[in-house]
């Protein structure tokens, strides 16, 4: 006749393996948050709540399945991603899992842009003549930023002052960015025309970007 054997549960194993097991969710979570970026998203019909965190329309029913995103002014919006797979928004229930507002995570991906652009050198921020994209002669700029997406740089207001005032030394002017998709970046000193032709013949009309009005109501 078989009988069972049942030992008493060993407290210390237990708490042990809870606290193993909880080490390992930061470890995962913190390696998570290293990841997200910004990227600067086209604002829609839907209202985003503001860095100041006033919103302008209702939300839907279910907040934690919407893209997280914060609205900067009336043309443009941050957007949180995660370099693993940058071509996908994150939602809302993600911070709230990671325990961050988006406030929180805004300056967390800002901080996270800067440090995968920093190198011993500095900031390795690249820059080419646009014409080398376009084909068309003029005096602006593409940029581009190692680890991130070069429009979330344009995204937070600290990253946009960065390069802000990088370029208006390169150029000797106060540069104006135009942000077709999340992976393109075109500047230039002045209004320039061709350039202007070139980005709305191929991807519509697309809102100039100043420094000064990134964060007006």
């Known amino acids: 006749m078989q009988q069972s054997i049942t030992f008493p549960p060993n407290d210390q194993h237990s708490a042990n393996t809870v606290a193993a097991r909880h080490e390992r969710f930061i470890a995962q979570a913190e390696e998570f948050q290293a990841g997200i970026v910004l990227r600067l998203a086209h604002n829609t019909e839907a209202a985003h709540p503001s860095p100041g965190g006033q919103q302008r329309r209702k939300q839907p029913l ?73 084909g068309q002669p003029s005096a602006g700029m593409q940029m581009d930023t190692p680890g991130s997406l070069p429009s979330g740089w344009l995204a ?43 980005i709305s013949q191929r991807f519509g009309k697309v809102q100039p970007i100043r420094f000064a009005s990134l964060l007006s109501a």
């Open 62 to 134: 279910d907040r934690s399945a919407a893209v997280a995103r914060l609205r900067l002014n009336d043309h443009h919006s941050a957007e949180f991603v995660h370099m693993h797979a940058p071509h996908i928004p994150l939602k809302v229930r993600t911070f709230q899992a990671l325990g961050l507002s988006l406030v929180q995570a805004f300056e967390l991906a800002a901080e996270n842009a800067m440090k995968r652009a920093t190198t011993e050198s500095g900031l390795a921020l690249r820059a080419r003549p646009s014409a080398l994209l376009t």
């Open 156 to 198: 937070h207001p600290h990253l946009h002052g960065i390069i802000h005032r990088h370029f208006s030394n390169v150029f000797g002017a106060p540069p104006v960015f135009f942000a077709p998709d999340h992976r393109t970046v075109l500047l230039s000193p002045t209004a320039c025309p061709l350039l202007e032709h070139w």
